[in-house]
């Protein structure tokens, strides 16, 4: 009973005072959530002193949003059992669906499957059923028998699911977990690890034998914090000295959302934090959909009077988790206070009428180049949300590092963009440039003068170069002398047609190759076992008995080193598949055996288990 007792985090006396009838009721229901159990039971215990109804409807409410769907799955559960659940389902749909078809055609197998995956929770993948195409639905069926489709959704769900409720009972504010509750944080911490396992055990292979291990990949690309915030402040920096070049000037805006949009309040006169009675139940998502509207409105009319802004936007999080915007732009300096009048106006427009908003929402700071650079005013900003580099703590006085890996959980379960450019060039181009070496461009006797500055600009991590070069702060992005350059690269894992970066194409000059080697993914250590197999071989002069030469051939599909890479990245930062990576994500490249699917009406779709399975008509 001891041991009962302290699992729901309820004191015997605390147990005591809930009615006898509902404690095998507040039991069940806080058991099956795992590590939310304990703080469920504690919010039931505060609720019931005011009213035993409420407190029961609202902890039966709390645990229905815990579910993914109807299937009585919950979203605190490991991820093992989650990649059982999703391939239980990804199966079953497949084999039902080949049943509808025999029985009653491919329009009734899609609905059965639209039906299924919407009752588990997911969002089945047509935005727009009643105008989506033949080709579009056999793709979205592809998508459906996935078992790799369904976990990245179900995680992505069960991330937010999970600080939707620790948000609603109060685990995530200043005094409890900061910026995101301690449940989320750890569960990043672990897939994190998991995933940096997974890209360990796995390698890639050229066609000259080098091979790299994909972990090591995170280290040289802007995943790795040191390399990210270095970027942004190269980029920064130069887009500074640009703005000191044209006469421009700096100014730092910080856009709060209305009260409703925020969970907690923090009292700072008694260094508290308190519920927000004006909150409307709005998850950080749609706080930051609120901020992207808010920007968009604001950017029209800054159009419309030909005012071009340019800087970058850093999105962080208030201690409840609610996101806030921080701004630093740079502007003509005869158009500034338009500027500042068209953010102030357009800021205050939702509930501005509403105690504080107007000294509250939009806060716009002119930077002062006596006072320090525009760059050193934004730089505590980016460290606070990579890494917490040259900081000790934090606005509430929490350890900075701490409070980067909290704020990371925080992005990463809510799927925020944390980092975004306002004008100026391509970065893609910039880093596909700094792939290159001069002899690559010198050789050509074509080259322009201007593209090998751009290289020289970007080899030097000279932005604002740069920046000059492809056309200025503020040039379109169809204006710039030199853009990236895709090519069709075939079939995606889901029959979509794909394109693959494959260098930069300058205005008047043609195009240049940066992505040329491609890499096979493949288990760590294979490389070495196939040269002890092959030695062997030699030794015998005849393959070994049951061998062949497709037992030798590389596993996996083509990639440049950047797809590579890119795919390591996304694998450490982004949450995906903690089992061996898989070549492309949803770009690779076709996968021999797999055909185009037929749309629904009539046709025959096949594929291998798992992806597309057998669909006929």
Sequence with gaps: MGHALSWHGLRSEDWASIEPEDRKYVKSMCRKHGELGRPLAVDYLHRAKESRINANTRLRALSEALEMGKTGLTATVHDGELKSWCKRHADEIEKAC??????????????YARDRVESCGLVFPIANPDTATREEWGHAMARVFDPRWWRLQARRIQARKIEAVAREIRLVHKDAGIYSSDVTVKRRKGQKRRNYDALTAMEAVNEDGEAVNLAELVKSSVSNPVNRRAELMVRIKGFEQC????????????????????????????????????????DPRETQAYFCRLWSQIRAQLWREEIRPYGFRVAEPHHDGTPHWHMLLFVAQEQAERLRAIIEDYGIREDGKEWGAARQRVKIVNIDPEKGSAAGYIAKYVAKNIDGHGLDEDLYGQPADSSAARIDAWASAWGIRQFQQIGGASVTVWRELRRLKLDDIASDEETSVEVIKAFLAADSSDWAAYTMIQGGMTVRREDQLIRSNYEDDGKGRYYQPVKRLVGVVARGFGDLATRVTRWVIQRAGTVDKQAERLEAMEREDAYPRGSSLEDLEREGQPMTWDEMQALADRVLNCGADSAPPWTRGNNCTPVQGLHEPAPPGGGTITGNAGAMGSFQA
């Design 98 to 111: 080949e049943q509808w078809t025999k029985r009653a055609g491919v329009d009734e197998a899609i609905r």
């Design 243 to 282: 703005a000191d070049a044209a006469g421009h000037v700096g100014v730092f805006i910080t856009l709060t959302a209305p009260s409703k949009y925020h969970r907690m309040t923090y009292i700072k006169s008694m260094n508290r934090a308190l519920p927000n009675k004006k909150y409307k139940g709005y």
